[in-house]
């Protein structure tokens, strides 16, 4: 399903001719897959809101993602439209529950209890950064990575599906994407 999302996408960029690999495939791909955790529809509004304040809960530092709010004010209004959203679809799965990961959340019990509403949407905002910001780096720093060492992407091309694994392990060790953990 994820390889679908990924082809799908480097499909749209070299229909268009050219893009910013960063902006246009490393960002929007994690985006997109943490968007169809709640179960939105692809290319919906709430996709792209979603997207959008994932990447801006995290990157408070940045002028042009924080729109003039302090660091805090950044973090907490940008959690926030991602919590109203979760919420929403939430209860939506509750009622006609699909096969995602929202449903799976939602009706999950323990010792016969479901999550509060409160847990769900906080689960969903800490997926902003854990799913979405540091998938989006690693791909970035892997491009990087074997443009600047080209004797290691041919070892790996020469055996990818025996390689891959391992290379995205090292890519992570070298390049880690969360350097406060």
């Given at each position: 399903?994820?390889?679908?999302?990924?082809?799908d996408?480097?499909?749209?960029?070299?229909?268009?001719?050219?893009?910013?690999?960063?902006?246009?495939?490393?960002?929007?791909?994690?985006?997109?897959?943490?968007?169809?955790?709640?179960?939105?529809?692809?290319?919906?509004?709430?996709?792209?809101?979603?997207?959008?304040a994932?990447?801006?809960?995290?990157?408070?530092?940045d002028?042009?993602?924080?729109?003039?709010?302090?660091?805090?004010?950044t973090?907490?209004?940008?959690?926030?439209?991602?919590?109203?959203?979760?919420?929403?679809?939430a209860e939506?799965?509750?009622?006609?529950?699909?096969?995602?990961?929202?449903?799976?959340?939602v009706?999950?019990?323990?010792?016969?209890?479901?999550?509060?509403?409160?847990?769900?949407?906080?689960?969903?905002?800490?997926?902003?950064s854990?799913?979405?910001?540091?998938?989006?780096?690693?791909?970035?720093?892997?491009?990087?990575?074997?443009?600047?060492?080209?004797?290691?992407k041919a070892?790996?091309?020469?055996?990818?599906?025996?390689?891959?694994?391992?290379?995205?392990?090292?890519?992570?060790?070298?390049?880690?994407p969360?350097?406060?953990?």
């Amino acid at each position: 399903w994820i390889d679908c999302h990924a082809k799908d996408r480097l499909d749209e960029i070299i229909d268009r001719g050219e893009g910013n690999f960063s902006e246009d495939y490393a960002k929007y791909v994690p985006g997109r897959i943490f968007a169809h955790f709640f179960g939105l529809d692809r290319d919906s509004e709430e996709q792209h809101i979603v997207m959008e304040a994932a990447e801006r809960m995290l990157a408070w530092d940045d002028p042009r993602m924080a729109l003039g709010r302090d660091a805090l004010t950044t973090h907490a209004e940008e959690a926030e439209r991602i919590q109203e959203i979760a919420l929403a679809q939430a209860e939506k799965r509750k009622k006609e529950p699909e096969d995602d990961l929202m449903s799976w959340v939602v009706n999950a019990e323990f010792e016969g209890q479901k999550l509060e509403d409160w847990e769900i949407a906080a689960f969903f905002s800490l997926l902003g950064s854990a799913a979405n910001d540091t998938t989006r780096h690693s791909i970035a720093h892997a491009v990087r990575l074997f443009s600047q060492h080209p004797d290691q992407k041919a070892l790996l091309v020469q055996d990818l599906e025996g390689r891959v694994g391992m290379a995205a392990e090292e890519v992570i060790r070298y390049c880690t994407p969360v350097m406060h953990f």
